[in-house]
Nanobody, 128 residues
Framework: QVQLMEHGGGTVQAGGSLRLSCTTS????????MGWFRQAPGDKRVGVAL????????YFADSVKGRFTISHDTAENTVLLQMNSLQPEDTGIYYC?????????????????????WGQGIQVTVSS
């Protein structure tokens, strides 16, 4: 099992930006689906962005396309989520997750259960 640690959350005004990072407790191989999920109070956890670390293929939820980017630093085994033009509806706890040894599929955004390793989550609050 690998532990994931999120950093970079906080509170920002609407229109602002935040960058989240996720690091792993140990090196893992390079063919993984890594991503970010968001859970707002009273809502289920949903995918925000995914990246296949072997070739950089990405998938985004429709609500964040054009505003969020996801990237992977192989040497540091870190996944970054750059969030721009943040809106109040982006508020929630953001979780980093990894599914090792497999590529990403767009449908993974709606099925967090296929990811076995998760971080503790980090709060992002966007004020209006």
């Amino acid at each position: 099992q690998v532990q994931l640690m999120e950093h970079g959350g906080g509170t920002v005004q609407a229109g602002g930006s935040l960058r989240l990072s996720c690091t792993t407790s140990r090196m893992i191989d390079s063919h993984n689906c890594m991503g970010w999920f968001r859970q707002a109070p009273g809502d289920k956890r949903v995918g925000v962005a995914l990246i296949y670390t072997a070739d950089g293929t990405t998938y985004f939820a429709d609500s964040v396309k054009g505003r969020f980017t996801i990237s992977h630093d192989t040497a540091e085994n870190t996944v970054l989520l750059q969030m721009n033009s943040l809106q109040p509806e982006d508020t929630g706890i953001y979780y980093c997750a990894v599914r090792r040894g497999d590529r990403c599929y767009a449908t993974n955004l709606w099925y967090p259960a296929v990811f076995l390793d998760w971080g503790q989550g980090i709060q992002v609050t966007v004020s209006s």
